[in-house]
């Protein structure tokens, strides 16, 4: 099973500025089959971003995914109120698994 | 726009068996996708279950495997989870998903609202 290790376990921000959240895998995401879900309290997780850095439809493009085999990054450049949340990578190419997720804060 | 709709008890006893229902509509549960359960306890992260497609092949997470069944029934364009010997660790809000298939893979596009399950005598 791939473990997904997201961090920091909480970023405390302004809006306005830039976010960097990590997910590392155990083993290597084949084909970079990693996703980002943005979480709001009472909600079902939201598909940002599929195969490390493709943008779902609709989503603003200050959000953007990076990264390949071990290392993604999930960067919000200019950091909205409605950006502060939980998010969550999760790698579909081997099985399914989740990272813990990282918190959004307002600082 | 697909839309997925959880049902089901909101309270299981101990030892018992947490049965659910995913409502699909807007779309046929025999179109190429693949429907999946996953759990949040409160406060926690996300747990995928496992995911049936609408030939009925199943596929589980290994830890949860032994206690899990997931089954579809095409004529009611639903599917189901059940999950047998429950403890108050599987409390959590349960939600269904899609996973579209194609000629690559894809994560959840589509999720249920998600339903709390209290496991409580």
């Known amino acids: 099973e791939i473990v997904l290790t997201q961090s920091p376990g909480t970023l405390s921000l302004s809006p306005g500025e830039r976010a960097t959240l990590s997910c590392r895998a155990s083993?290597?995401?084949?084909?970079?089959?990693l996703a980002w879900y943005q979480q709001k309290p009472g909600q079902a997780p939201r598909l940002l971003i599929y195969?490390?850095?493709s943008r779902v439809t609709g989503i603003p493009d200050r959000f953007s995914g990076s990264g390949s085999g071990t290392d993604f990054t999930l960067t919000i450049s200019r950091l909205e109120p409605e950006d502060f949340a939980v998010y969550y990578c999760?790698?579909?190419?081997?099985?399914?698994?989740f990272g813990q997720g990282t918190k959004v804060e307002i600082k | 726009q697909v839309q997925l709709q959880e049902s089901g008890p909101g309270l299981v006893k101990p030892s018992g068996t947490l049965s659910l229902t995913c409502a699909v509509s807007?779309?046929?549960?025999?179109?190429?996708?693949?429907w999946s359960w996953i759990r949040q306890p409160p406060g926690k992260g996300l747990e995928w279950i496992g995911e049936?497609?609408?030939?009925?092949?199943?596929k589980y997470n290994p830890s949860l495997k032994s206690r899990v069944t997931i089954s579809i029934d095409k004529s009611k364009n639903q599917f189901s989870l059940n999950l047998s010997s429950v403890t108050a660790a599987d409390t959590a809000v349960y939600y269904c998903?899609?996973?579209?298939?194609?000629?690559?893979?894809?994560?959840?596009?589509?999720w249920g609202q998600g339903t709390l399950v209290t496991v409580s005598s």
């Open positions: 998903a899609r996973a579209p298939v194609g000629t690559t893979l894809w994560p959840f596009d589509y």
């Open positions: 807007r779309g046929s549960i025999s179109s190429d996708n693949w």
């Open positions: 049936i497609y609408h030939s009925g092949s199943t």
């Open positions: 083993q290597s995401v084949s084909s970079s089959y």
């Open positions: 195969g490390a850095s």
């Open positions: 999760q790698q579909y190419g081997s099985s399914r698994t």
